[in-house]
């Protein structure tokens, strides 16, 4: 029992490490997703940005007129002006809130791109019996790491090769239907020929009578 703990114990592990940053930047498919969720982000910053500068507009000048307003009138006014705020509120809160539109719109396009590359980690560290596989590019400190142990360009070039097998799929895919679309225009087409020298045939024979 003992040399058998002892044994288990000193067991070599066997340790990766990938650079996440390195792999995502690298893919054209994470940069353009990246590139729409940034639009994205920026086009609410800014329509949030604008209907700020508007209610603080409109809050500026409710205050110029206030000395012509009654205290009735001012008072709606700057009623309408809240409800304004707190709407705009709501949205700020349903576009970048804790479970804002900004999160549902990173795992449609972002993350299946990050699930990706992690199930390519997770098949190349079995097929070499890792017993961990850590991210550099994360918060961990490591303060050295052998090249060798580094496994970055095996899943680049594992999920590389595997978008060229599914675009050359889609290629021939598009290919077997476009020869099929030839084959059905020429089939029409020797229709109409074959139906247009029968109709020759019966004109030319009423000729003759």
Do not use: C
């Amino acid at each position: 029992m003992f040399f058998s703990n002892l044994n288990h114990a000193q067991k070599t592990l066997r340790i990766g490490y990938v650079n996440m940053d390195y792999i995502l930047e690298n893919l054209d498919d994470y940069k353009t997703a990246t590139e729409e969720y940034e639009i994205r982000l920026n086009m609410w910053k800014k329509e949030i940005s604008e209907r700020e500068v508007e209610i603080e507009n409109k809050l500026k000048e409710l205050e110029i007129q206030r000395p012509l307003l009654t205290e009735t009138l001012y008072n709606d006014f700057k009623e309408e002006i809240d409800f304004e705020k707190e709407q705009l509120e709501l949205y700020r809160q349903k576009r970048f809130g804790p479970n804002g539109d900004w999160v549902a719109q990173e795992k449609i396009l972002i993350q299946p791109i990050q699930d990706e590359v992690l199930a390519a980690v997770q098949l190349i560290a079995e097929r070499n019996k890792f017993d961990y596989v850590y991210d550099k590019s994360s918060a961990i400190v490591t303060l050295y790491s052998e090249k060798k142990y580094d496994i970055s360009e095996l899943v680049l070039k594992s999920i590389l090769r595997q978008e060229k097998l599914e675009n050359l799929e889609i290629d021939f895919t598009d290919d077997l239907i476009q020869k099929r679309r030839d084959s059905l225009s020429k089939v029409n087409e020797l229709r109409k020929e074959s139906l247009q020298r029968k109709r020759d045939s019966i004109l030319k024979a009423r000729k003759i009578k």
